[in-house]
């Protein structure tokens, strides 16, 4: 069992940098892909970032690639999503998803999910 939660939300104007993080209980943190996904009001939940679980390979949804950035540490059992250059559109809830499998993760098909963290852009 894994559980996430997520921090690191809060409201920022446009072009603004936010530094979310998703801190994980268990033992077995490094052996999980993780996640991030956002779901905006009125939208279906989208992929944003994801990394393995060394940290040596990541992906990025077109929509962010060049401003956010995923990292993790593993003996912090934490996971890491560094948004820069923030956009209105970029406003909704920020979640954290972990699984063994990394093409769960991106798919949306994850395992565990944390709660979400509110993320606004004011333009």
């Known amino acids: 069992q894994v559980q996430l939660v997520e921090s690191g939300g809060g409201l920022v104007q446009a072009g603004g940098s936010l530094r979310l993080s998703c801190a994980a209980s268990?033992?077995?943190?490094?052996?999980?892909?993780m996640g991030w996904f956002r779901q905006a009001p009125g939208k279906e939940r989208e992929f944003v970032a994801a990394?393995?679980?060394?940290?040596?390979?990541?992906e990025y949804a077109n929509s962010v690639k060049g401003r956010f950035t995923i990292s993790r540490a593993n003996t912090r059992n934490t996971v890491y999503l560094q948004m820069n250059g923030l956009k209105p559109e970029d406003t909704a809830v920020f979640y954290c998803?972990?699984?063994?499998?990394?093409?769960?993760?991106?798919?949306?098909?994850?395992?565990?999910w944390g709660q979400g963290t509110q993320v606004t852009v004011s333009s």
């Open positions: 998803a972990a699984d063994i499998n990394q093409r769960s993760v991106v798919r949306g098909s994850a395992d565990y």
């Open positions: 268990g033992r077995t943190f490094s052996s999980y892909a």
């Open positions: 990394i393995n679980w060394s940290g040596s390979s990541t």
